[in-house]
T-cell receptor, first 115, second 113 residues
Framework: DSGVTQTPKHLITATGQRVTLRCSPR?????VYWYQQSLDQGLQFLIQ???????AKGNILERFSAQQFPDLHSELNLSSLELGDSALYFC??????????????FGPGTRLLVL | GQQVMQIPQYQHVQEGEDFTTYCNSS?????IQWYKQRPGGHPVFLIQ?????EVKKQKRLTFQFGEAKKNSSLHITATQTTDVGTYFC?????????????FGKGTLLTVNP
């Protein structure tokens, strides 16, 4: 158990819909990262937040957005869903120390299926 | 953009055989991390290498970082069924954001008991 929690574990929805994935980081961690894992693309970095502020952006679509709240939990919002958005979405957290590469602790993931 | 390639994509071995996966980056890496993901699980951090030519060992696992800091390898001696999973390397681009990890697509290891 990494200490990172994600809800829900599974999500089935239809094309065009909007969903929200939730992540709670490890106690004391200030940084939260979101990743998308699909069979053909592997593990893709989407976005990172540090203490409520966006810190780094990866291959995140404009239909996707995220935020980190004052209690440090984070939400990833996916809208106008397409079949190709079906994937595993992982959240990871780290302490958030500046200037060094930190270990990232991954949550169990949310499996999204768009029908 | 930065690319991190891993080979092989799949490797099936008999229990007791050795296994090696290789990671190559299109750009110099300031450091490299290795993660393991069991089937149905999430990536779990194994190790981080920072120095050019660095070698680290964890029991039967040996990790190497190339002299040019553009490649790395993970070698498992005498594989066991518990080694089954996908092994990923990941690294930030040297001089770039330390927070933006680029992952390889991983090597899926299966072990026949």
């Amino acid at each position: 158990d990494s200490g990172v929690t994600q809800t829900p574990k599974h999500l089935i929805t239809a094309t065009g819909q909007r969903v929200t994935l939730r992540c709670s980081p490890r106690s004391g961690d200030l940084s939260v990262y979101w990743y998308q894992q699909s069979l053909d693309q592997g593990l893709q970095f989407l976005i990172q937040y540090y203490n409520g502020e966006e810190r780094a952006k990866g291959n995140i679509l404009e239909r996707f957005s995220a935020q980190q709240f004052p209690d440090l939990h984070s939400e990833l919002n996916l809208s106008s869903l397409e079949l190709g958005d079906s994937a595993l979405y992982f959240c990871a957290s780290s302490a958030g120390l500046a200037g060094i590469q930190e270990t990232q602790y991954f949550g169990p993931g949310t499996r999204l299926l768009v029908l | 953009g930065q690319q991190v390639m891993q080979i092989p994509q799949y490797q099936h071995v008999q229990e007791g055989e050795d296994f090696t996966t290789y990671c190559n980056s299109s750009t110099t890496l300031s450091n490299i991390q290795w993660y393991k993901q069991r089937p149905g699980g999430h990536p779990v951090f194994l190790i981080q290498l920072v120095k050019s030519g660095e070698v680290k060992k964890q029991k039967r696992l040996t990790f190497q970082f190339g002299e040019a800091k553009k490649n790395s390898s993970l070698h498992i001696t005498a594989t066991q069924t518990t080694d089954v999973g996908t092994y990923f390397c990941a690294g930030p681009r040297s001089g770039g954001s330390n927070y933006k990890l680029t992952f390889g697509k991983g090597t899926l290891l299966t072990v026949n008991p």
